[in-house]
């Protein structure tokens, strides 16, 4: 009996060694992508602590261990690291419902990302950010900007009378759009600003309807976009002890674009 045991254990090796893997032990294996062993993250899956739906580049504060990393809508596993200028807070102090979020507090506290093809100045696109703002400014404060250089970016501001104002600009040329809405304090809204080069467009929506620009686009940027900053890059006019927080934004291809599913 002995002797038949082990020549069935042998013949069963054999026919392991000797045929592929099924491919069900394939799917059990890739089950256990984002799984944690002994502390370390084995292959985190696409998405891993991004929002859901479609977008360019985005960003919750969610990634594992490296809340200013943002997550690239291809499904880039590695994300794309964000690199932090002054002191802003960052944490779950700062996000809605518990959620990580940025919180800047003072002029030139921003979270920088170098732009790897995410957005053009000279196409169309949409960004969406979440925010929360304490009280209204006294001044224009810079809530993001897309930077190509000095004279080629686009920048969003809050300002005095608590609207939107967004900046277009190439050269000597500045064409911008305002939200007509009067941002509420002290509670969460919903901001996004769209451009389309191509056809001399763009907008900004503050509440729900997007409000057509004050002056159209008509050149475009010699210098496209290279940095994306996200905060008070420049321009902080706000009381002490006031604030804007960013609870999570998207880059959205198309003029007018919703937001991402996830958020």
């Known amino acids: 009996m002995n002797k038949l045991k082990r020549r069935f254990v042998l013949i069963i090796l054999f026919i392991i060694l000797i045929f592929p893997i099924s491919p069900s032990i394939c799917l059990a294996q890739e089950q256990l992508a984002g799984v944690t062993i002994l502390g370390a993250n084995i292959n985190p899956p696409a998405g891993y602590g991004c929002m859901t739906g479609t977008y360019t580049l985005g960003w919750t504060g969610d990634w594992p261990s490296d809340t200013d990393r943002a997550c690239a809508g291809s499904g880039d596993e590695t994300g794309v690291n964000g690199a932090i200028t002054g002191s802003p807070d960052i944490g779950t102090d700062y996000g809605e419902g518990g959620s990580v979020g940025l919180k800047a507090n003072a002029v ?21 950010l979440r925010v929360y703002i304490s009280a209204i400014p006294t001044g224009n404060t810079r809530l993001f900007t897309l930077y190509g250089d000095a004279t080629n970016y686009i920048n969003a501001v809050f300002t005095n009378t608590g609207n939107v104002m967004a900046t277009w600009r190439s050269g000597a040329t500045t064409p911008t759009a305002y939200g007509t809405a009067v941002l509420s304090t002290g509670t969460w809204s919903n901001v996004g600003y769209t451009w389309d080069t191509p056809n001399q467009d763009h907008a900004v929506d503050t509440n729900g309807s997007w409000d057509e620009d004050l002056n159209e686009i008509t050149t475009t940027m010699s210098t496209d976009i290279t940095n994306i900053y996200i905060g008070s890059e420049s321009q902080f006019s706000m009381g002490g002890g006031e604030y804007f927080q960013v609870d999570k934004w998207a880059i959205v291809s198309g003029y007018k674009a919703s937001r991402p599913a996830g958020w």
């Open 108 to 128: 030139n506290e921003y979270i920088t990302y170098v732009d790897s093809d995410y957005v053009s100045g000279n196409s169309a696109y949409t960004i969406w």
